[in-house]
Each structure stands twice: as structure tokens, then as C-alpha cells.
């Protein structure tokens, strides 16, 4: 199996805490790839240093063979890696459907120039709120969707870049168990059309349901991974989380 | 106008709504003809000098939500370019004042790139450092700048005092008109879906793709290349330039009150900002004279506007006119019913056709 994303002996320290101590990981291209750990183990620190949100102090990244480390965030939404946000972001006085459209990509000056709400991208927003459910919200403003609701837009607003490999940073945080039946659904799927996912996730259950390699981290750097029935059964992983 | 992404469209149907920017426009147009004397002709330039700068301000204010206090000097550095090319250059009136303003706009690309990179209350206090560097140079520098003794520029018409305003007046009002339309015409683009993105949550823009420091830098140089023709403009009018008041926080300040006042996120509201602002500043000086009364109304003024219309006067009144359509308000939107929802995505359904 190839990689889809790599780091080498990634790095970052904010002051005297160490976030990222060497993190060497590669997810698989094409699969539905966790990453899992304690609290503070660096998890959303790592998704920040590979998306460019912080630059890490040392270390590579590479996306599908090509080093992306000192690359601006757009850059790399650019090269074909969306990602959500540990705490949903959404652009709360926009509507739905702007929400959606805002991840359209004007190719040059004229591009830009050209209306932002255009028939074809409409018909695809739609599709996106209409595949996760919210369609009917369409119009209105995002700052007055329910926090699950927010989360599926935020969701459809990276799918509508069209991203290879989406990062989602919990996704199952403080949603109901039918939306998240919904979330892990919509996963499965999409990773069936091609798309690989690497997943922050504390909710154990459904990592071990959609995942197909996890990685779990410690003190920010990989002590573990591979499929889940052997997570599941690992002592190092089993004494990270429980101390013992 | 709502913004074209605003959420909240208007209920005023379209016909409604050419009906009143006509409205405007005739206003605008024939004012010159019923203004009673000199006086008003000359005070109604000034305003118009505000709705121009108000609106360019506008363009990084309302798009982005970087709030400048700095336009007073790109103002001032239109203003100077076009008197200096004028008297040091000998060169045409009008063609001094297109090239202030491509001046101004290629020294906006290294002060956007400085001032960008920071955000919130750390962009205002650069935007402020503008304007005191910009004071102190053109200050000291009198040999060039004429200093503090200011610089007088030649006017560019042999006219009556009277006729000299009224050509002012209706130059004001096509560069509002230029201005005003480019705003509605980025508003609709991609461009400034992308702006307004990075207003309300610029790392989440940036993660979606959009090279957020780029659409900044150019929305800024566009601001300062419109903020610089309405100073060059000033200019020609008034005649006489004194860096006291073409670098002054103080006109950043006023931008800014206007904006918010009207609404940052409408096509018109720094339009109607500068309108009630610019009327009650003149007012304030003619009735109180050389005193700070017209600052402390205005500061009143600014206050009473984020406690109570944080949107802006156009938007407060769009919501009252909603609230008088639909009866009580909904306050979230769970207590719609599955009705209502159809029949609201219907009908902004019509509003976004005719966008397509």
C-alpha cells in the first residue's frame, strides 16, 4: 500500500512544552486512517504542522511524494488535503450555501472576477448539503445551525474543494449517535470512491468500526499502529491511555 | 442593497429596489440645481469626499474585517502626489491626479505587505503608524512638501467659486458611481466570496484553499488606489494641502464611524454613513464653531451605534422591515416549521436565479 501522506521526525515545541517529538508516520493512501492518543499526545498539533496552520520546528511532510512543509495552508487544501477543525469552524454570518461555496477555487484574475454563484457550483453545493443532509438549510446563516448541523457543513464546505484526503479532527465531538451513524456512513463511502481520510478520534468505537490502520500517539510520537484488532489489544497503546 | 451573500435578502423586491437607487441617483444629480447657496454646494463636495473615501475604506473594511485607521494618509498621499506633479512636474491637472493614484497604489503593495501580516488590534495600530510616519515625513520634509506652510495647488478650471463646486460635485459623484460599482462587482465574485471568507474566519479560509495574504493585498491596493483619487480630488477642489489634516487619524477614524454607521456588509451603507456623519460634522462646526463638540458628538455617535446597531442603520432597518413583514420573529432557526423552511428556500431560490 502506498502513502498518501508522510512526516519525518516531525518537531514542535510551544515554549517549554514539546508537542511533536519526532513524529514519523505514514498514512495509507486510499484507506480510512486513524489517529489516536491520550489528551495532549500532539494529535491536532500534527494536523496543524502537516496542513501548514504552524510550522513545525524540523521535520518533512510529504503528500503523495512531494514535500509540502514550508508550503501556506491554501497551498497544501491546493495540493489535495481539506481538513476540519477539532472545534467546528464554520464562517458563522455567511449562509449555508456560501459556506459551501467559499471552498471554490477561482483559477486566476479572471476567475476571481467571475460570479460566485454560479449554476454548475450551486447544483454541487447542493449536492454536497444534500448528500449530508442539510439541504434544507441552505439559505440560512451558519452562526444559527445547531452544533451538529455545523459540522456537516463544515464537513461539506472540504468536500466541495474536492480534497484527495481529508483530515477530520473529531468528528464525532459532542454529536448525537445519529449523526454520527451518518458521519461514519458518509466516511465509508467516500473513502469507497477513493477518497483516504486520516481521523483524530476518541470515540473508540467508531474508530475501530471505519478505520482500516490507526496510528496512536504518546507524548507526540507514534508508539503504535497498524489494524485495529491489534490496536485494540496492544499494551503500549492500553498503558498510554490507561496509565498502567 | 444587501451585500449579494448576505444572508438575510432582501424582502424589497427587485423593482423596489432599482425604484430607490434611482431614487438616490436623481437625488444625487439634481442637488446641485436646489442648493440654496455657495455654502451647501461646497459642504454637500465634502460629503461626497467622505462617501468616496468611506467606500473605499470600505473594500478592506467590510470585505475583510481589517479595520484601517491609516486611509486618511493614502488620502494624503493622493492628495500630495497630484499637487506634486502638478507643481513640481508641470504637468496636466488630471493627469497628475491618475498618476497619484497609480503611485499610491504601487506604494500600497509594500504597506500592505507589512501591515497585513498582522491582524486585529495589531493591523489598527500599524494602519495608525501610517498616518504619524507619513505626518512626520511630509512635515519635514519642506523642501518638497511645502511643510508645515502646506502646498497650494493650482486649480484646474478658470471658474466661479459656485461653478468650480458644481464640476467638483459632479466629479465626486462619477467616482462614487466607479466605486460603488466595483464594490457590488466583487461582492459577487468569487473574489469576494473569498474576501468575506477571510472576514469571518481567515484560517478557516485559508485551510479551504484560498490564498488569503494575496486577496488581501490586492483588495488593499484597490482601496488605496480609490481612497487616493478622491484625496487627489480634494486636492484640485480645495487647493490647498496641510499635512496636519491630509495625515490625520482623525479622517481614518471618520471612515470608519461612516461604515459601520451605514453598514459595513451594504453596497450603500458608507454612502449613508458619510451622508449623516459629514451632514453632522459641518453642522457642528458651523453652530459650534473651532471647538471639540464635533468630536465628542461624533464619539457619542460611534458609541451609540456598537451598542445599538452593530450592523449598521441600513441593516437595522432591513431587520425592522422584515420584522413588520413576517410579525414576531423567530429567534433560532428550530422554531420554523418544515413550511415556512420551503416556503423561505423557494423563494431565495427566485433571488439566486437571478444571479445564475
Redesign the interface.
Given at each position: 500500500m502506498t502513502a498518501s501522506l508522510e512526516t519525518s521526525d516531525l518537531r514542535k515545541a510551544f515554549g517549554g512544552v514539546t508537542a511533536l517529538d519526532g513524529a514519523t508516520v505514514r498514512f495509507r493512501h486510499g484507506q480510512v486512517n486513524a489517529l489516536i492518543g491520550p489528551n495532549g499526545s500532539g494529535k491536532t498539533t500534527y494536523f496543524n504542522c502537516v496542513t501548514g496552520m504552524i510550522r513545525p520546528d524540523s521535520g518533512t511532510v510529504t503528500y503523495r511524494g512531494k514535500e509540502v512543509t514550508k508550503k501556506a495552508p491554501h497551498a497544501i487544501a491546493r495540493a489535495g488535503i481539506g481538513r476540519t477543525f477539532q472545534l467546528c469552524r464554520v464562517f458563522p454570518r455567511m449562509s449555508a450555501l456560501d459556506n459551501v461555496l467559499a471552498a471554490v477555487r477561482p483559477g486566476g484574475i479572471l476567475g476571481g472576477l467571475r460570479g460566485a454563484r454560479r449554476g454548475a457550483e450551486i447544483d454541487r453545493a447542493r449536492g454536497w448539503l444534500t448528500r449530508l443532509g442539510i439541504e434544507h438549510l441552505l439559505h440560512v446563516e451558519a452562526r444559527n445551525l445547531s452544533w451538529g448541523q455545523q459540522k456537516l457543513l463544515e464537513l461539506a464546505g472540504v468536500l466541495m474543494g474536492d480534497p484527495e484526503t481529508v483530515l477530520l479532527d473529531e468528528p464525532a465531538g459532542g454529536v448525537n449517535p445519529a449523526l454520527l451513524d451518518r458521519i461514519a456512513t458518509l466516511v465509508r463511502e467516500l473513502n469507497a470512491e477513493g477518497r483516504t481520510f486520516v481521523i483524530v478520534e476518541h470515540n473508540m468505537d467508531l474508530v475501530m468500526s471505519i478505520s482500516d490502520h490507526i496510528v496512536v500517539f504518546d507524548r507526540g510520537r507514534p508508539i503504535a499502529e497498524g489494524p485495529p484488532s491489534t490496536i485494540r489489544t496492544d499494551e503500549r497503546v492500553l498503558g498510554a491511555y490507561l496509565g498502567v | 442593497m444587501p451585500s449579494?451573500?448576505d444572508?438575510?435578502?432582501s424582502r424589497l423586491g427587485p423593482a423596489l429596489r432599482i425604484a430607490a437607487i434611482l431614487v438616490l441617483a436623481a437625488a444625487l444629480l439634481s442637488f446641485p440645481s436646489l442648493a440654496p447657496n455657495p455654502y451647501v454646494l461646497s459642504a454637500s463636495v465634502v460629503v461626497l469626499n467622505y462617501a468616496v473615501l468611506a467606500t473605499s475604506w470600505n473594500f478592506v473594511g467590510g470585505f475583510t474585517g481589517y479595520v484601517s485607521l491609516g486611509h486618511g494618509a493614502l488620502a494624503g498621499l493622493g492628495g500630495y502626489g497630484t499637487g506634486l506633479f502638478i507643481v513640481k512636474a508641470g504637468l496636466p491637472s488630471f493627469l497628475s491626479l491618475v498618476l497619484a493614484a497609480l503611485l499610491v497604489a504601487v506604494i500600497a503593495v509594500p504597506i500592505g505587505m507589512a501591515a497585513l501580516r498582522v491582524r486585529g488590534a495589531s493591523f489598527v495600530i500599524v494602519s495608525i503608524a501610517l498616518v504619524l510616519i507619513l505626518l512626520l515625513v511630509f512635515q519635514s520634509w519642506a523642501s518638497f512638501t511645502g511643510g508645515s506652510r502646506g502646498l497650494v495647488v493650482p486649480r484646474p478650471f478658470e471658474l466661479s467659486r459656485p461653478e468650480h463646486h458644481r464640476v467638483f460635485y459632479f466629479l465626486y459623484a462619477a467616482l462614487l458611481f466607479v466605486a460603488t460599482l466595483t464594490w457590488w462587482?466583487i461582492d459577487?465574485?468569487?473574489?469576494?466570496?473569498?474576501l468575506?471568507?477571510i472576514r469571518?474566519?481567515e484560517?478557516?479560509?485559508?485551510?479551504?484553499?484560498?490564498?488569503?495574504?494575496t486577496y488581501k493585498l490586492v483588495v488593499f491596493v484597490v482601496s488605496a488606489t480609490f481612497t487616493a483619487l478622491s484625496g487627489g480630488l480634494y486636492a484640485l477642489w480645495f487647493g490647498d494641502l496641510d499635512p496636519v489634516f491630509q495625515f490625520s487619524i482623525l479622517t481614518g477614524s471618520y471612515l470608519v464611524l461612516m461604515a459601520l454607521l451605514g453598514g459595513v456588509r451594504n453596497l450603500f451603507g458608507p454612502l449613508v454613513g458619510a451622508l449623516v456623519v459629514g451632514i453632522a460634522l459641518e453642522y457642528f462646526k458651523v453652530e459650534f464653531g473651532n471647538t471639540p463638540l464635533h468630536l465628542v458628538a461624533t464619539g457619542l455617535l460611534l458609541a451609540l451605534v456598537v451598542m445599538f446597531m452593530p450592523d449598521g442603520v441600513l441593516p437595522a432597518l432591513g431587520s425592522l422591515i422584515q420584522r413588520f413583514r413576517r410579525g414576531p420573529q423567530q429567534g433560532?432557526?428550530?422554531e420554523m416549521t418544515?413550511a415556512e423552511?420551503?416556503d423561505?428556500?423557494a423563494r431565495?431560490d427566485a433571488t439566486?436565479g437571478g444571479?445564475?
Open positions: - | 449579494d451573500s444572508p438575510r435578502p462587482l459577487r465574485s468569487r473574489f469576494g466570496l473569498g468575506k471568507a469571518e474566519d484560517d478557516k479560509a485559508e485551510a479551504l484553499g484560498t490564498p488569503t495574504f433560532s432557526i428550530r418544515a423552511l420551503r423561505d428556500r431565495q439566486i444571479t445564475r
